[in-house]
C-alpha cells in the first residue's frame, strides 16, 4: 500500500515556475513508476509526465515538453515536478500517481491534488 501526498502548488504569474512534490508512504515506493496528472475545470484528467521506478527514463505530454520536468529520490520516498515558463493554460488540478497507465490515466495510487493556477 502506498499513500500520496502532493505540495507545492499555489498562484503564480504567466512565466513563472513551481516546484510540485509528493511524498510516499510505504517501503515499495521504489518498486513503482510514478506519474503525474491534471485536471482543469470542465475537462478530463490528462496525463502531463511519468518516471520509471528507477528514474532512468522519463515521459512527458507534449503540450510541457521542454518546460517541465520530472525527477524522483527513492531515499526521501518523494518525486517532483518542475514547472517552469508556466501557462494560464496550465492551471489545473496536479495530482500525483503511483503505478500510472498512461493509455487510460488510470493508476493504482493517487493523492488528493494540489492546485496550480497561472494567472496572465
Known amino acids: 500500500q502506498v499513500q500520496l501526498v502532493e505540495s507545492g502548488g499555489g498562484l503564480v504569474q504567466a512565466g513563472g515556475s513551481l516546484r510540485l512534490s509528493c511524498a510516499a508512504s510505504g517501503r515499495t515506493f521504489s518498486r513503482y513508476a510514478m506519474g503525474w496528472f491534471r485536471q482543469a475545470p470542465g475537462k478530463e484528467r490528462e496525463f502531463v509526465a511519468a518516471?520509471?521506478?528507477?528514474?532512468?527514463?522519463?515521459y512527458y505530454a507534449d503540450s510541457v515538453k521542454g518546460r517541465f520536468t520530472i525527477s524522483r529520490d527513492n531515499a526521501k520516498n518523494t518525486v517532483y515536478l518542475q514547472m517552469n515558463s508556466l501557462k494560464p493554460e496550465d492551471t489545473a488540478v496536479y495530482y500525483c500517481?503511483?503505478?500510472?497507465?498512461?493509455?487510460?490515466?488510470?493508476?493504482?495510487?493517487w493523492g488528493q491534488g494540489t492546485q496550480v493556477t497561472v494567472s496572465s
Open positions: 518516471i520509471s521506478w528507477s528514474g532512468g527514463s522519463t
Open positions: 500517481a503511483g503505478d500510472p497507465t498512461v493509455a487510460t490515466s488510470h493508476a493504482r495510487y
